[in-house]
């Protein structure tokens, strides 16, 4: 099996209200479409194709050569971004995997997962679901007698249904994440209807699912065992609680990794930081960008450390060290700052 991964990321982000594009915004330490790239750069056999707009000069800046590119001229929905693919995705893998660009802490374990169970069962769709909050916008997941996928349905499409209350009680969401049978996807693809959306015409790409059943074909949903990686980023609200995920997320990786972390709640880590077996980091500190903290050691409160390299030992409490190296067994006073230098000695900084 060979997998191709589409990222959707055509979308500017008005809901953000900003002049950046939604997916540029940093989150987690880097902006957010990085997240989820290098995700699907680890998981793809060909490099991730990405789906853009007009003016994604500053996206293919950031990444360039490692993705390739697909413009969406006409923002005529999810379905259509897909369609843009076809002529650079047909015929060359057996597997496809679409992911939205602004889901940063969706996870290479989970496509692998999706990509397996496609590859086992011979669906035509294996999609990512989630069980949460019945008055979410997500759509629902509508499953037959047999517990298959037989339907994702819209809240809107919902509400128009003779039983709304039903199908807005159903608790499996939809993700937003699919593995299609490549074959059977750009067979399929350019068929899709096209809707009557708030902002226009669109082609749906959740229409594919009722394509298949349709078909009599086989579609499968894999549930998520970890909420926070289904979490979008549409908006600055939203950016904050993919934020707190993140920490959340570094913060149980270290814990468990043998770090102490006096108060999560108040320490800020990035997703790249290292940090070394037995060290203690205090309430207030930052830890930015790729720096890499040894054993032993004792950060904050109150410190910054970005982009920095701390030995083995040391003892670094209310100060700020920005691309800076500091040697094993050295102690820095409070309220240093240190930019662009690499320290020596293993005593009390001057």
């Known amino acids: 099996m060979t997998l191709s991964i589409i990222l959707l990321a055509a979308g500017?982000?008005?809901?953000?209200?900003?002049?950046?594009?939604?997916?540029?915004?940093?989150?987690?330490?880097?902006?957010?479409?990085?997240?989820?790239?290098?995700a699907a750069e680890a998981t793809a056999d060909k490099r991730p194709l990405l789906i853009v707009g007009a003016g994604a000069d500053a996206l293919q800046n950031l990444l360039g050569d490692r993705a390739d590119y697909a413009v969406q001229a006409e923002k005529l929905g999810t379905g259509h971004a897909v369609m843009m693919a076809k002529p650079h995705q047909q015929g060359g893998s057996s597997q496809v995997i679409v992911a939205y660009g602004d889901m940063p802490l969706l996870k290479a374990e989970t496509m692998r997962r999706l990509a397996d169970q496609q590859a086992k069962s011979g669906a035509a769709i294996v999609m990512l679901s989630l069980m949460g909050d019945p008055d979410t916008s997500f759509g629902r997941v509508v499953r037959d007698e047999n517990g298959r996928v037989s339907e994702i349905i819209?809240?809107?499409?919902?509400?128009?249904?003779?039983?709304?209350?039903?199908?807005?009680?159903?608790?499996?969401?939809?993700?937003?994440?699919?593995?299609?049978?490549?074959?059977?996807?750009?067979?399929?693809?350019?068929?899709?209807?096209?809707?009557?959306?708030?902002?226009?015409?669109?082609?749906?790409?959740?229409?594919?699912?009722?394509?298949?059943?349709?078909q009599e074909k086989l579609?499968?949903?894999?549930?998520?065992?970890?909420?926070?990686?289904?979490?979008?980023?549409?908006?600055?609200?939203?950016?904050?609680?993919?934020?707190?995920?993140?920490?959340?997320?570094?913060n149980g990786r270290l814990l468990a990794q043998g770090v102490t972390i006096v108060?999560?709640?108040?320490?800020?880590?990035?997703?790249?930081?290292?940090?070394?077996?037995?060290?203690?980091i205090w309430p207030g500190t930052y830890l930015q960008g790729k720096t890499a903290v040894g054993k032993n050691c004792s950060i904050g409160p109150n410190t910054v450390l970005n982009n920095a390299t701390i030995g083995d030992g040391c003892t670094i409490a209310q100060a700020s060290i920005t691309r800076a190296t500091v040697p094993t067994g050295m102690t820095i006073k409070p309220f240093t700052t240190i930019n662009n230098e690499q320290l020596t000695g293993s005593s009390d900084n001057p």
């Open 12 to 38: 500017h982000g008005t809901r953000m209200n900003s002049k950046t594009q939604k997916i540029l915004h940093a989150v987690g330490g880097k902006p957010m479409i990085m997240h989820l790239f290098e």
């Open 154 to 214: 819209e809240v809107a499409e919902a509400k128009r249904r003779p039983n709304p209350a039903d199908y807005l009680s159903i608790p499996e969401l939809n993700a937003g994440v699919y593995c299609f049978d490549a074959d059977w996807l750009w067979d399929n693809i350019n068929n899709l209807p096209i809707r009557q959306a708030r902002s226009g015409q669109e082609y749906y790409l959740t229409d594919m699912v009722e394509t298949a059943v349709s």
């Open 219 to 250: 579609v499968e949903a894999l549930i998520s065992d970890d909420a926070d990686e289904c979490l979008g980023a549409g908006t600055r609200a939203e950016m904050v609680d993919v934020e707190k995920a993140f920490r959340r997320r570094a």
């Open 263 to 280: 108060d999560p709640d108040n320490c800020y880590i990035d997703q790249d930081v290292i940090v070394g077996q037995d060290t203690v």
